[in-house]
């Protein structure tokens, strides 16, 4: 599963779905109307229960925080996404905008270290940056909240221009699916299955 915001990354997802897919990979992802939908479910439960049944999970974390917000939690479908697969401890590969990441770094030097401390701050949407809550997933994701000695499946590639996100797309799924072929070929092969 592929799990972004869409707007202002549209071609990035579709240069994503199509190396996803040249390596045989069945990609889900809202942008390309790929994830299982049901029509008695809201488009909420929809994208967790996709995150429930995926395999793999990828998730783009952008300026943009997105368009459909849960009033229950107040968080974006996107963010319920990335919490979802690290509560499950999906194996996930992340990828961080620069300017996500520069935020992050700016607002904690200036002292806004944590959710609490940024509620302070009153940020105007702009086509740069769109909410603050976009800190959040990106502290999440890293598990900003443990020493770093401690942090496991916490890294979150940054990326600046789409073709550093397709060099990590690229990196990544073709070595995983490297190494799952090299079991089912050594372990299958000998003696049955397990």
Not at 9 to 32: D, F, N, P, Q
Not at 41 to 54: D, G, H, L, T
Request: net charge negative; aromatic share 12%; glycine share 6%.
């Amino acid at each position: 599963m592929v799990s972004s915001t869409v707007y202002g990354i549209e071609e990035l997802l579709e240069r994503i779905y199509a190396i996803l897919t040249a390596y045989g990979y069945e990609v889900w992802m809202s942008h390309k109307g790929t994830v299982p939908v049901l029509s008695e479910r809201s488009a909420f439960e929809n994208c967790i229960n996709a995150v429930e049944n995926c395999d793999l999970f990828m998730g783009i974390i952008t300026p943009f925080y997105g368009s459909g917000f849960d009033e229950t939690e107040g968080l974006s479908i996107t963010h319920m996404e990335l919490k979802k697969a690290i509560e499950l401890k999906k194996l996930r590969w992340l990828l961080s905008h620069d300017h996500v990441v520069f935020a992050w770094s700016f607002l904690k030097n200036l002292g806004y270290e944590t959710t609490k401390t940024r509620r302070t701050l009153n940020l105007e949407r702009s086509n740069v940056f769109q909410n603050l809550k976009i800190i959040d997933m990106y502290e999440e994701a890293i598990f900003s909240q443990q020493h770093l000695r401690d942090r496991k499946g916490n890294w979150v590639q940054k990326f600046e221009k789409d073709e550093d996100a397709l060099l990590f797309t690229s990196a990544q799924f073709s070595r995983f699916q490297e190494v799952e072929s090299f079991i089912n070929e050594n372990i299958s092969g000998k003696g049955g299955s397990k």
